[in-house]
T-cell receptor
Framework: QQQVKQSPQSLIVQKGGISIINCAYE??????FPWYQQFPGKGPALLIA?????SEKKEGRFTISFNKSAKQFSLHIMDSQPGDSATYFCAASDGGSQGNLIFGKGTKLSVKP | KAGVTQTPRYLIKTRGQQVTLSCSPI?????VSWYQQTPGQGLQFLFEYFSETQRNKGNFPGRFSGRQFSNSRSEMNVSTLELGDSALYLC????????????FGPGTRLTVT
């Protein structure tokens, strides 16, 4: 049973455009929602994270939007650059009982120059 | 601070053999989690250790085991290797007693022939 569903699987965006990746979750006990960025041959790197008590969090060109009632959250990458080309994973955790991150399947982003 | 380090980075083993992977967390981090990453299944949680105690375990067979030492370093062992165990094994450390912010190492690429 996949608890975190991520879409799209792949995304091609022109340089300077906005990249949007969406995730939906099922478990209402989740209270921590991070996004990870992974380059080939590297481990995932924590990009940005949000708690359900806020609807939006912005760090530089990266923004998480969170909709608690819809159980959805998304990553927006503004002014996308070729260096942003990577695989992005959303995840969720309840911190306590499961004690681990549940990951989405990933989105491969390609930013064309 | 140095990041999470994993050794070895690459490993080739034969079916039926066993393997031990090592992880050194970020200094001061006491929680260590292990994940398996494959193209088909994505990132899947194996187990998590905190203060030398296994707190959580994912849905993997008993051939997968781990331990944590008093200095927070961790090892995972896979016995009787199968072809399907070929994967990138990732270690993540967290500064907290609950598994929210997790920082990943570069992984160990295991190939079983």
């Amino acid at each position: 049973q996949q608890q975190v569903k991520q879409s799209p699987q792949s995304l091609i965006v022109q340089k300077g455009g906005i990249s949007i990746i969406n995730c939906a979750y099922e478990n209402t006990a989740f209270d921590y929602f991070p996004w990870y960025q992974q380059f080939p041959g590297k481990g995932p790197a924590l990009l940005i994270a949000i708690r359900p008590d806020v609807s939006e969090k912005k760090e530089g060109r990266f923004t998480i939007s969170f909709n608690k009632s819809a159980k959805q959250f998304s990553l927006h990458i503004m002014d996308s650059q070729p260096g942003d080309s990577a695989t992005y994973f959303c995840a969720a955790s309840d911190g306590g009982s499961q004690g681990n991150l549940i990951f989405g399947k990933g989105t491969k982003l390609s930013v064309k120059p | 601070k140095a990041g999470v380090t994993q050794t070895p980075r690459y490993l080739i083993k034969t079916r039926g053999q066993q393997v031990t992977l090592s992880c050194s967390p970020i200094s001061g981090h006491r929680s260590v989690s292990w994940y398996q990453q494959t193209p088909g299944q994505g990132l899947q949680f194996l187990f998590e250790y905190f203060s030398e105690t296994q707190r959580n375990k994912g849905n993997f067979p008993g051939r997968f085991s781990g331990r944590q030492f008093s200095n927070s370093r961790s090892e995972m062992n896979v016995s009787t290797l199968e072809l399907g165990d070929s994967a990138l094994y990732l270690c993540a450390s967290s500064p907290y007693s609950v598994s929210y912010e997790q920082y990943f190492g570069p992984g160990t690429r295991l190939t079983v022939t």
